[in-house]
């Protein structure tokens, strides 16, 4: 499967904003948008006012980068959420939410997207007392995860837990006392974002 293998601080500051694509480092000064808060590139600094255009697909890359996404990818779950009852929008980024390795990443047990979907592919998490190692599987309410047994005692997951012991999981996200284990009480909603999203502009972007 293509991916993308650049610098991924490009990403952000081609956004103009932290997208969190390195974990810890995105909350340090050695950050990429905090020292150089322009886009990339020779022309970077000198950019002119952006197009309506630009405007609508400036915020479908960067929630498509946010959440690690290659475009066909992206494209098919806003087809999924159009047929979905209610808005388009909110819909679109439910889905997103609900993803496997979005929802280990929200529970602090990989410290980046990119590291909680590596995990994800690795078999270390169950749902349901079901190994699934497909990143884009949707979770729904009422479904367990857990982190399997064998791979409780990893290193690096029992540092991301440590790490992550501060941040408090989404309303939709119930988890135990040990950080281990977590149930879907509910589909998640825009308010538990944690980046502004004009999701309207990417709606209006697949649907000229």
Not at 7 to 27: H, I, N, P, S, T
Not at 98 to 113: A, E, F, K, Q, T
């Amino acid at each position: 499967m293509a991916r993308y293998t650049g610098a991924v601080c490009r990403l952000c500051r081609r956004e103009g904003e932290k997208l969190f694509l390195k974990g810890d480092r995105c909350y340090t000064q050695k950050c990429g948008v905090g020292k150089r808060a322009y886009p990339p590139g020779q022309h970077g600094q000198g950019r002119s006012k952006a197009s309506e255009y630009a405007l609508h697909l400036r915020e479908k890359q960067k929630v498509k980068r946010y959440y690690g996404l290659l475009e066909s990818q992206f494209r098919g779950y806003f087809d999924m959420a159009v047929k979905k009852k209610g808005r388009a929008g909110e819909n679109f980024l439910a889905i997103l939410e609900s993803r496997l390795d979005n929802v280990v990443y929200r529970l602090g047990l990989g410290s980046s997207r990119a590291e909680a979907r590596q995990l994800v592919r690795h078999g270390h998490f169950t749902v349901d007392g079901k190994k699934v190692n497909i990143p884009s599987f949707l979770v729904k309410p009422g479904m367990i995860i857990s982190i399997k047994e064998k791979s409780r005692g990893l290193d690096k997951i029992k540092g991301n837990i440590e790490a992550s012991s501060a941040r408090t999981a989404p309303k939709w996200l119930e988890t135990d006392a040990s950080g281990q284990l977590a149930k879907v009480v509910a589909l998640p909603t825009k308010a538990d974002i944690d980046l502004p999203i004009a999701e309207h502009l990417i709606v209006e972007f697949y649907s000229k």
